[in-house]
């Protein structure tokens, strides 16, 4: 069984660019869910996908997202980067809908740096 | 709005030292709270997922506890493998039909030889 995988695991990109984050769900995993983690602070919850639609999002403004394709990986994209937007990326999976516990499993993270 | 926090935020333990580690929670519609442990740099690793109070579970020597109000991370004889940052996340459903975590900041355990 594989784990939730995620690439980059590093990036730096300039302020006003565009970016995209790719997450590989876990397998058998059917929900992805993505969050944001600033320096010293715990996870802030950005949005949540299920069968390819978003069903669930946070306060992020609307340069923030996303994607799942029907193998239920997904991309996180935000355009007009901000200095603020410097953090580090998690993608998590987990299977909704099947009351399996809905845990969701966390990957690796992305780093993204903003000048 | 889902408020949790994290007491203390930085523990200091000598090898062998028991302690325990604080979440006190306020969320409309708990659905389970959950421990996860993280490393420097990396993604949070699943620990426990607690859904009613007076529930406990174990793993090796951690123990976690909830109450309606709080929960209990109980560390006993730590190891300098257990050095970590510990999170605590509520869960609940949100508009659209998904459910979401919001996570307190953490408690940074060191443990020394």
């Known amino acids: 069984e594989t784990g939730v995988t995620q690439s980059p695991t590093h990036l730096i990109k300039t302020r006003g660019q565009q970016v995209t984050l790719r997450c590989s769900s876990q397998?058998?995993?059917?929900?992805v869910s993505w969050y944001q983690q600033a320096l010293g602070q715990g996870p802030q919850f950005i949005f949540q996908?299920?069968?390819?639609?978003?069903?669930g999002r946070g306060n992020f403004p609307p340069r923030f997202s996303g994607l799942q394709f029907p193998n239920y990986s997904s991309e996180l994209n935000v355009n007009a980067l901000e200095l603020d937007d410097s953090a580090l990326y998690l993608c998590?999976?987990?299977?909704?809908?099947?009351?399996?516990?809905?845990?969701?499993?966390f990957g690796p993270g992305t780093r993204l740096l903003v000048l | 709005e889902d408020q949790v926090t994290q007491s203390p935020e930085a523990l200091r333990l000598q090898e062998g030292e028991s302690s325990s580690l604080n979440c006190s929670y306020t969320?409309?519609?708990?659905?389970?709270l959950f421990w996860y442990r993280q490393d420097p740099g990396k993604g949070p690793e699943f620990l426990f997922t607690?859904?009613?109070a007076g529930e406990e579970k174990e793993k090796e020597r951690l123990k976690a506890t909830l109450t309606k109000k709080e929960s209990f991370l109980h560390i006993t004889a730590p190891k300098p493998e257990d050095s970590a940052t510990y999170l605590c996340?509520?869960?609940?459903?949100?508009?659209?039909?998904?459910?979401?975590?919001?996570f307190g900041t953490g408690t940074q355990l060191k443990v020394e030889l």
């Open positions: 397998s058998g995993h059917n929900t």
């Open positions: 607690l859904y009613s």
């Open positions: 996908y299920y069968r390819e639609e978003e069903n």
């Open positions: 969320v409309s519609g708990l659905r389970g």
């Open positions: 998590a999976s987990s299977l909704d809908g099947g009351g399996a516990g809905e845990t969701q499993y």
């Open positions: 996340a509520v869960r609940r459903w949100i508009t659209g039909g998904g459910n979401k975590l919001t």
